[in-house]
């Protein structure tokens, strides 16, 4: 099974594949820099995704945007996902619930590898 990270800045990337890795999660990591190529990805390969790592700022398609039109696909809204975020205000997290009442979790940036991995572990197959 196969994760999608999606996220503007390929250092968060880079640093979200290298946290997953040292945990010895050796899942397939697709990648994405903004919501409309993860789309794209998750089109091709929504049959293997077992969780997905949304930012939430990026150009083109912002991941609460991405999660708007993910949630209204059935084949693909049970797809966790689990935002990764540099936003802590209480009400974009709020925003994100209303969006996708089954959002698998909110990290937010700088987050401790322990937090991701936990939120992740859940998810793999």
Not at 4 to 16: E, F, M, P, W, Y
Not at 23 to 35: D, P, R
Not at 103 to 113: M, N, Q, T
Request: proline share 5%.
């Amino acid at each position: 099974m196969k994760i999608l990270v999606i996220d503007d800045s390929l250092l968060d990337r880079k640093l979200l594949i290298r946290t997953l890795k040292k945990a010895e999660i050796n899942n397939e990591i697709l990648q994405a820099e903004n919501g409309e190529e993860g789309l794209e990805v998750l089109a091709q390969h929504y049959m293997d995704m077992c969780v997905i790592l949304l930012d939430w700022q990026m150009p083109k398609m912002s991941g609460i945007e991405f999660m708007e039109g993910v949630t209204k696909v059935p084949a693909v809204a049970s797809i966790p996902i689990i935002m990764v975020t540099a936003s802590s205000a209480e009400e974009n997290k709020q925003q994100a619930y209303r969006v996708n009442p089954k959002l698998a979790g909110y990290i937010v940036k700088p987050f401790k590898p322990e937090d991701l991995i936990s939120a992740v572990k859940s998810y793999i197959k």
